[in-house]
């Protein structure tokens, strides 16, 4: 009786629903259509203990076969978002890629300072150290990004770009501390294609000697800078660039 | 008492478009059919309570939630597809606002199918074959 109960209350409820809609249905040009599609659920509604026993639940089927356009439609709309994801995907990649050569760059640039203050007993004000990407030829002969060191500045204390002034003595050398002007550079320069070992900045060994005409005190200090640099990260010290701290001023 | 607020926006609106009509109809038009968004605005919240209403219930009498989910739908579409008939309509587009009712009365249709498609199975297996 329960079950005849539930059956009645469903068809009320449907019928009441129904004629609800038609109500608040806005236009009469639609009319003909939703009636057709309401009565057809108030068939299956009154239907609904027969299809029970004949096959599935109506509610189960129908649920499927909503789901499966939905999912039909989908597919067509997710092609787009598929793809932004992908290229989501791959500038998360790019960004993390950046990030963690930066962080490399920094640690490179924290040992090459250290190097240099043991070298010639004073630190550097700066080391900027650039890292970059080189298509191919990896260790196991895979096709991989290899980082490379693409350019290293280096910008000495005012005592060591001017050693003339450090001579005259301790005061002088606080006396220069004051000076605004500071920065040595040095720049090392490697072929992106080239690689690691080989020599090729023509243009920045040229810069090297124009900076070093600049400052010829300043040079000294940039061969050993150069050298060292050169022998402990396999760089070749002809494309060290050296540039004295007021040139470099300048051309900043 | 929020007829006196619809109505006495669409009597403003009416008002404003008829002085500006005569000397430039692009923004009378514009002026209705922002008011026919603001009107369908404005009812949007009071069909969702009867909506909320009628789930509820659907739910305590045990009609089976697909049912209604199908009858909003058919709601919704004829709403909406009135809706920008109607705006299209008023600028004059009597083509696009039928085929705009057209895609309306299509998609109540495909509605339908799967109810039908379950109907007739039924039907079908009373029938001896």
Known sequence: MTWLSGWLKEVIMVVLLASFVDLILPSRSMERYVKLVLSLLILLTLLSPLIKVLTQAADVKLAGAFNKWNQQSAIGGNKGSLQQIMDQAKQLKSQQQEQSLEWAAQEIAAQMKEQIRKQNGQSPAEVKVVLALQEGRAADGENALNPYIKGVTVVMQPEAANPKKTADGQDSSTDIRVEPVTPVQVEVNIDPIQGDSDNSGGTTSSKAAGTGNQDSSVSEHAEDIKKMLGNTWGIEPETVVVQSGPSGNRKL | ?129
């Open chain 2, 1 to 129: 008492m929020e007829i006196i607020q619809v109505v006495g926006l669409g009597l403003i609106a009416t008002i404003l478009i008829m002085v500006v009509k005569e000397q430039k109809p692009m923004f009378a038009f514009l002026l209705a059919a922002a008011t026919g968004v603001l009107i369908f605005m404005f009812l949007m919240g009071k069909i969702s309570t009867v909506i909320s209403e009628l789930e509820r219930m659907a739910k305590s009498s045990g009609v089976e939630m697909i049912y209604l989910k199908t009858i909003l739908k058919i709601i919704g579409i004829a709403y909406i597809a009135e809706f920008g008939a109607q705006v299209v309509r008023d600028a004059g587009q009597e083509n696009i606002a039928s085929k705009i009712e057209l895609a309306g009365k299509i998609l109540i249709m495909v509605l339908a199918v799967p109810i039908i498609g379950i109907i007739i199975e039924t039907v079908m297996k009373l029938l001896p074959s």
